[in-house]
Every structure is written in C-alpha cells, then in structure tokens.
C-alpha cells in the first residue's frame, strides 16, 4: 500500500492531452513539493518534474506539474507513443522524514 | 558526467544481510552539501525509498527499514554502499542508488542503472 495514491492506469490517443493524478495528505503533499518521474520498462525512473512544476534540464515542455492542497497532477500535452510508461509522484513525508511514492500509473498510448 | 553503478551479489540467503555498493564516476563523492541514495523496486511494484547519505557522513533511514539499514561512504574509492540485514523475500527487488539534483536532496535526478537482488535459499 503506497502512501500517494495514483491511479493504475491511465490512456490517451497521440496528440492528446492526458493527466495524472496524485493525492496525498498534509504530511506530504499538503507541506512539501512534489516530484514525478517516468520509467521505460527495464530501465531506471528518470525526473520529470520537481518541485512541483520544475523540469529538469532536457525534460520538453510538453510536460508540466501542478499542486493543489494534497493533491498533485501531472500533464502530458501532444502526447507520443514514446510516453507509453510507468510514472510516479513522490513527496517528502514529515511524518517518516523521507521520501514516500506512489504506487504509479501505467499511461497507455493508443 | 556523474555516473552511478550498482554491484553487488545477486542472490542472498534469508536471514543474510545483503550488500551493494555504488561506484560514482566522472565526479567526487564528497563534493559538499551533496546527498546520495538508494531506492528499491520489487518486481512489479512501486518505488520505495531505503534511505540517504550525506556529503557530511549524516544518514536518513526509511522507518520501516530502519533497523535493519546501514548506508556508508568510502571516500577512497569513491563509493558508498547498502547493508540491509536479516533478509526476507520482501526483500526481493531492484535496487537502485541515485543522487539528488537542483540543490533538492528529493530530485532524484541520476540513477544507477539498478541490479536485481534475489532472497531466497
């Protein structure tokens, strides 16, 4: 049982704008930012986005984060085939001083 | 670059501590205020975090593995490395060691390319 909560799946043609959600509480979410990170199966997950709406360097803007109260989004705009992967949130967690993720979403291209 | 490579064995008895070590090239282990970590994968599953270190020796452990955690450095050889005792196979994952980014100690930004540890006799 994962602390954030993501739904497992999640869809969208190419083109298409899709969103990923994540909630959490006020241990988490609520007073600290968010990360989100994506893996290709096999491989290591790769930052997304920190600090809420942050892209690393190299991430395109077709990506884009937001946060809410104890919640946070992801947003995938002009969607690829190539963005068919797992994605995860993740945010610190006062009460377990570190880092808790969620439990991820498989986004399918269709 | 900063690369980041895990080593370890890739199968580990029940009851035994399973050891990995990260080898850090194209930079400095002990370059200040910077922290390394190591997070696990169990097969099919979601990420979870095992715990940090940082530049200054200072470790963060996850509580639920607090107990049975050892993070390290050896500034020598440009590692740091991962004990967890009295294995089970819960413990059965992909092990990964990653460092933070963006002066963000969170912004897991380079990752190892992970290795498969395997509990079971």
């Known amino acids: 049982q994962s602390v954030l909560t993501q739904p497992p799946s999640a869809s969208g043609t190419p083109g298409q704008r899709v969103t990923i959600s994540c909630s959490g509480s006020s241990s988490n979410i609520g007073n600290n930012y968010v990360y989100w990170f994506r893996q290709l199966p096999g491989t290591a997950p790769k930052l997304l986005i920190y600090?809420?709406?942050q892209r690393p360097s190299g991430v395109p803007d077709r990506f884009s984060g937001s946060k809410s109260g104890t919640s946070a989004s992801l947003a995938i705009s002009g969607l690829r085939s190539e963005d068919e992967a797992d994605y995860y949130c993740?945010?610190?967690?006062?009460?377990?001083?570190?880092?808790?993720f969620g439990g991820g979403t498989k986004l399918t291209v269709l | 670059q900063l690369q980041l490579q895990e080593s370890g064995p890739g199968l580990v008895k029940p009851s035994e501590t399973l050891s990995l070590t990260c080898t850090v090239s194209?930079?400095?282990?002990?370059?200040?205020?910077?922290?390394w970590g190591w997070i696990r994968q169990p097969p099919g599953k979601g990420l979870e975090w095992i715990g940090s270190l940082y530049y200054s020796g200072d470790t963060y452990y996850n509580p639920s593995l607090k107990s049975r955690v050892t993070i390290s450095v050896d500034t020598s050889k440009n590692q740091f490395s991962l004990k967890l005792s009295s294995v089970t196979a819960a413990d059965t994952a992909v092990y990964y060691c990653?460092?933070?980014?963006?002066?963000?100690?969170?912004?897991?930004?380079?990752w190892g390319q992970g290795t498969m540890v395997t509990v079971s006799s």
């Open positions: 993740a945010a610190w967690d006062d009460s377990r001083g570190g880092p808790v």
């Open positions: 990653a460092k933070p980014s963006y002066g963000d100690p969170n912004a897991f930004d380079i």
């Open positions: 194209g930079g400095s282990i002990r370059s200040s205020s910077d922290y």
């Open positions: 600090r809420n709406n």
